[in-house]
């Protein structure tokens, strides 16, 4: 196995770690009724470093078939966690379409430039993933406890 493949196995492995964890904190959220929504700072934690993980990974192996297979593994990870629904199925289309647009122009402004720029290269990156996540942690509050918390609360 050469340098690269291990990489690439050990970047998928983190984001699959991530993902899973990130979709494990999403059953825990709680409604309270003085703050609102009980977040963790560690689950916040986590979204943060799993964005940066992927966008970093696009920008470090720069080919579409590992985002194809990082989307999967977010979104296999996500319905294994809410189910195999239409719902979740649009939300994982949503964000591997984000994912792609996300891969196209970080990759663009990278091939455009004779120095490397990452904080362009991150800022284009990194924003379609957030959206894409956010949409998909959406989907998940509507499907979850939450939202009958939150209906039973005065």
Do not use: C
Request: glycine share 8%; no cysteine; net charge positive.
């Amino acid at each position: 196995m050469n340098k690269l493949t291990a990489k690439i196995l050990v970047w998928h492995g983190v984001v699959a770690l991530l993902a899973g964890w990130l979709w494990d904190f999403g059953r825990s959220v709680r409604f309270n009724p003085v703050l609102g929504i009980d977040l963790q700072p560690l689950a916040v934690l986590n979204f943060i470093l799993l964005v940066s993980v992927v966008v970093l990974g696009f920008i470090l192996f720069q080919q579409r078939k590992w985002i194809l297979s990082i989307g999967a593994i977010i979104g296999l990870l996500f319905m294994g966690y809410y189910g195999f629904t239409p719902l979740n199925l649009l939300g994982l289309a949503i964000f591997l379409l984000l994912a792609l647009h996300g891969f196209r122009e970080s990759i663009r402004d990278l091939k455009e430039r004779n120095k490397i720029n990452m904080k362009r290269a991150l800022q284009f990156g990194l924003f379609p993933i957030v959206i894409g996540l956010f949409i998909m942690i959406s989907f998940a509050a509507y499907q979850s406890n939450f939202i009958n918390e939150v209906k039973n609360q005065k």
